[in-house]
């Protein structure tokens, strides 16, 4: 069975309601039936907005707690993000883990929480540039995404995306021998773990300064199924190209 692309946004700390426009624009952009998937992971402030903003695309959130409810100021829930119509949220993200001190444990338990919330997840992965230059990065990403993921690994609800942490928002992008190695890796490490079909299922994302100008190549490889995109995805003018190259 062909594994659909899926071609995500990630906002970040960006966006407010005069930035709406350009939800609208990739949303229709992306209306087409063509087997490519796109979303949107907005600001929580924009969720419910952006949402109304282009009815029946798929908008995102950028984090989840782990808990259900509780006594975590500051934090949200699951459920708090599908009921703003949020369908999708990334965790893992190497912006997380380094600025909040998440763990792959904390990861695991955020997906499972998003999954029980009834999201779909995105779990990120990647290697720092010193684990890359020790020539260690195939067997940190793969022994890290392993224990990032959910109790229930199932690809109809989720994606990995592997982003080296050297590539997000530097523009630079992986070498594509390297990119193919590390996802048919995550693919094989997914099989031994999780047996072939849910491998042969999954979709394993490519993050890190994809652009209108690299996605074309990056997608052609057989084990990258689409693409996580920060900047680029901040307007619909950088972010329509490399919808395009996944529909290609
Ligand atoms: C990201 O935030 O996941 C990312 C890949 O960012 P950028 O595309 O800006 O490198």
Known sequence: MARRMLVAGNWKMHGVRSDLGEITAISMAAETENGTDVA??????????????????????????????????????????????????IVGHSERRAAHHETNADTAAKADAALAGGLDVIVCCGESLEVREAGKAVATVCDQIIASLPGTVDPARMAIAYEPIWAIGTGKVAQPSDVAEMHAAIRARLAKEHGDETAANMRILYGGSVKGENAAELFAMEDVDGALVGGASLTAAQFVPIIDAAKN
């Open 40 to 89: 949107v992971c907005v600001p929580f402030t924009l969720i419910e907005r952006a949402v109304a903003a282009a009815p029946g695309f798929v908008i995102g959130a950028q984090d989840v707690h782990a808990s259900a409810k509780g006594a975590h100021t500051g934090d949200i829930s699951a459920a708090m993000l599908a009921d703003v119509g949020a369908e999708i949220v």
